[in-house]
């Protein structure tokens, strides 16, 4: 009698000592979100800090590449600055982008925006992030919201000192999403 290969495989995976059926079985469920999660038209608070290091993240990777668009082979590796028309029209477009690639997740079970420039913490090995619905609306508010707080000046100017600067400025402060004080409230909440 000849059996298929997969048939083969697929037996020797029970049969092989340390195989995959000394394993548990890998499970992931969607994190179970509250009605403010779901339908709010705000970053629920207990998000606001992911976001706003999302946003910092989106606005030093559209600047940094509008800068090294700058940067000829006859420039000699000077650093040029952007100009006002072109820092305000960047920026703006780091707020209207599509957001695709950011959503939440629930590790050890709290609740995380996860996406590019987010860190990652204490990864599960096993996930699942849901993208889409209100998220991008969310994280393009938010981004215009500091644009409006801040101005483009100060945020350019801001990155001009580095990534850490421009977080400092639009997450950090007594009353900035990353604040201790802002984390205390969410807590009491």
Same mark, same amino acid.
């Given at each position: ?39 709010s038209a705000h970053m629920p608070a207990h998000l606001r800090c992911d ?17 090294? !668009? ?40 709290? !609740? ?67 604040s201790e004080e802002a984390t205390i409230t969410r807590t009491e909440l």
């Amino acid at each position: 009698m000849m059996l298929s290969l997969p048939l083969i495989l697929l037996l020797g995976a029970w049969v092989i000592p340390g195989g995959f059926g000394d394993r548990d079985p890998l499970t992931a469920t969607a994190p179970q979100l509250d009605d403010e999660e779901k339908y709010s038209a705000h970053m629920p608070a207990h998000l606001r800090c992911d976001a706003c290091r999302a946003v910092v993240y989106q606005m030093w990777q559209y600047l940094a590449k509008a800068e090294a !668009k700058l940067h000829t082979p006859d420039s000699g590796g000077q650093r040029r600055e952007l100009s006002e028309s072109v820092y305000t029209d960047v920026l703006d477009q780091s707020c209207t982008q599509t957001w695709q690639g950011y959503g939440i997740r629930e590790v050890n079970q709290v !609740k995380r925006l996860t996406g590019p420039g987010l860190s990652k913490g204490p990864e599960p090995t096993i996930s699942v992030m849901i993208t889409g619905g209100p998220w991008p609306t969310r994280l393009s508010t938010t981004c215009l919201h500091y644009l409006g707080e801040f101005g483009e000046d100060q945020i350019y100017e801001a990155h001009q000192q580095g990534r850490g600067a421009l977080e400092t400025l639009l997450c950090g402060g007594p009353e900035g999403a990353c604040s201790e004080e802002a984390t205390i409230t969410r807590t009491e909440l």
